[in-house]
């Protein structure tokens, strides 16, 4: 909004009072805003300051070179849009007036310092500039109360990103506008089709790494100069092919900014709410110069989209909570099949008209007891958002809700075999892994079994339960599990008390329940698979990579210590239920402790949206 209440220099010689008036140095910066005029004395301390055309009363003394250039660079540093003059000499030796270090420091900084025709009267001048400033400020104060009333009126009508961008273009006439996503994905445009199709097609030549490198630019208006020595992190062959140079490209740096060659402009603001960046908002325009101010119709824009955005959360929260009561009561046994519940389901998008099964997903990990738990559920909620996302990409209509410290997903069947089904809860498990690898998580699965009606969801939740419970103990956290896979495991698992599970183990086990020693685990490991080839000698030698003598050797070893049970079938019995209860309570492992010692989960809060 700035430079929309000044004129720039180029302007400024557009103007019937200034007529004849030439630049004799400094023409690379005719862009500077002017928004104050000053006429001072060169014989005292030149006034001025941001912004302001400073005149000069009477001709510069004579000065040395350092003093000259000094001079230039005052101003130039205060900010100053140019330095004008009254030209005593004809038109083509007006610069001969000026000296020549001055010149030469204004044509090095980009600072213009114009010549006056000799004719000029300054108060007419003075007159003349403010005059075309205040009808440029009048405009421009028009246009800010229209824009603000418009895009009032989008926030009031509950508009977003896309009502905001429409609004926008309307105010930039010619300009191809987009609205980002906050991973720089084109989510809506507005503006003309062709124009748009365009920039779409070059847009990867934004630049993530141009934040830091413009951070500790001026705010002033910062022009493809400022940013020939930047460099722009795109593919060299992209480049190559768009036959542009690396200095080339659309950077997402705050403000209004002349596009590569000097042809077009465009301006960016970013949709902030918060410490939080949501998107960002792109006004380009290839073919000349904006509406100045463009990149203050982007800011009041991008406010607004972040409103919405911010609006957009806050209802999907409340989404989120009803649907997750409603997930609770289904799974909980709390509501029954009736056409009233049915509806309240299709009203979310669900479809649970036909089967369908109960996924249980979570991450197994200690809890933190000075952990905030506010901040955990948080987190639990971008976690079921990222799993929902990634269901949804391949089963229209599922029910998600994080509910305290599981994701329970109710999934449409769709006639999917066993097979089918967990193929496809494996795919989105490591889908979602792949981006919860990155905090030290692994997410694991249970699938219940199939359930006719909303009446049988209570009892197939507590399936995927007992699933994903004894998947993880068995197989490690990312396990994904189906009930129906469980075999003995399952009945062990609905043994509540560990230390009932320990002394049954210590009982039959003897000395090989010992996890820390080393003999013990090495003489179990030949006896559970000494059991799992029924008995057979020379498959367990092999598999274990021993002699056969060894594995005779072994096995009278293993008989002193257990009692014979290669003709005690009972016995046998008695050991492989040891052995499996021992792997997957983690009692044979020293360094893990029963799963029932470890607390409720506590998701990490570093983790990012999984969207």
Excluded: C
Excluded at 325 to 345: I, M, Q, S, W
Excluded at 395 to 424: N, Y
Aim: no cysteine.
């Amino acid at each position: 909004m700035q430079d929309s209440m000044g004129l720039t220099v180029d302007q400024l010689l557009q103007l019937p009072g200034l007529e004849g008036t030439i630049v004799v140095g400094g023409a690379t910066g005719t862009r500077r805003i002017v928004r104050h005029v000053a006429v001072d004395d060169p014989a005292d301390p030149l006034a001025g300051g941001p912004d302001v055309l400073v005149i000069l009363a009477s001709r510069l003394p004579q000065a040395d070179p350092a003093q000259s250039r000094a001079l230039i660079e005052r101003l130039h540093r205060g900010g100053n849009g140019a330095l004008a003059y009254r030209s005593e000499a004809g038109v083509g030796n007006a610069a001969g007036e000026m000296p020549a270090e001055v010149l030469a420091e204004a044509d090095r900084r980009g600072f213009p310092v114009l010549a006056l025709p000799s004719s000029t009267r300054l108060d007419e001048v003075v007159a003349e500039v403010l005059g075309a400033i205040i009808d440029k400020q009048t405009q421009a104060l028009s246009l800010a109360n229209r824009m603000h009333n418009q895009f009032i009126d989008v926030a009031l009508s509950g508009g977003g990103l896309a009502e905001v961008t429409t609004q926008v273009s309307t105010f930039l006439a010619g300009a191809a506008v987009l609205g980002l996503g906050p991973d720089r994905e084109v989510a809506t445009s507005a503006g003309p089709p062709e124009e748009v199709t365009e920039i779409r097609d070059w847009l990867w030549l934004l630049d993530a790494a141009a934040d830091d490198a413009f951070g500790d630019l001026t705010p002033a208006r910062r022009l493809s100069g400022n940013r020939a020595d930047q460099s722009v992190v795109t593919p060299a062959e992209v480049l190559a092919d768009a036959d542009l140079s690396p200095a080339d490209g659309i950077l997402l740096v705050p403000g209004h900014h002349e596009l590569p060659g000097g042809v077009g402009e465009y301006a960016v603001a970013p949709i902030m709410a918060g410490e939080q960046r949501h998107g960002w908002l792109v006004a380009v325009n290839r073919h000349g110069p904006m509406l100045l101010g463009a990149g203050a119709v982007l800011e009041q824009a991008a406010v607004i989209a972040a409103l919405s955005e911010i609006r957009s959360q806050a209802v999907h929260s409340v989404e989120l909570r009803f649907q997750g009561d409603l997930v609770r009561r289904l799974v909980g046994g709390v509501v029954g099949h009736t056409e009233r519940t049915l509806a309240y389901t299709r009203s979310f998008g669900w479809r649970l008209d036909g089967p369908v099964v109960v996924l249980v997903s979570g991450t197994e990990t200690v809890a933190d007891a000075s952990a905030d738990p506010t901040r955990a559920l948080d987190v639990l909620d971008r976690l079921a958002d990222g799993w929902r996302a990634a269901i949804d990409a391949e089963v229209a209509g599922a029910a998600v809700a994080g509910l305290a410290t599981e994701i329970v997903t109710v999934l449409p069947l769709d006639g999917r075999t066993p097979e089918e089904l967990s193929a496809l809860v494996a795919a989105v498990t490591a889908r979602v892994n792949a981006r919860l690898r990155r905090v030290g998580r692994l997410l694991g699965t249970g699938i219940g079994r199939p359930a006719e009606s909303l009446s049988a969801l209570s009892e197939a939740y507590q399936q995927a339960q007992r699933a994903l419970v004894v998947g993880q103990e068995i197989h490690g956290g990312h396990a994904v599990t189906h009930f129906d896979q469980l075999g003995v495991f399952r009945l062990l698992s609905l043994i509540p008390d560990s230390n009932e599970l320990r002394s049954y183990v210590d009982e039959v086990l003897g000395p090989l329940a010992d996890s820390s020693d080393v003999d013990s685990t090495d003489l179990r490991d030949t006896l559970r698979v000494l059991l799992e080839t029924n008995l057979n000698v020379a498959e367990s030698a092999r598999r274990l990579h021993f002699h056969y003598n060894t594995m005779r050797y072994r096995i009278g070893k293993l008989e002193r210590l257990l009692g014979p049970f290669t003709t005690d079938p009972t016995l046998r019995l008695n050991l492989l239920l040891a052995l499996h209860a021992a792997r997957m309570r983690g009692l044979d492992q020293p360094h893990r402790p029963p799963l029932e010692s470890l607390a409720s989960v506590v998701l990490d809060d570093g983790l990012e949206s999984l969207g």
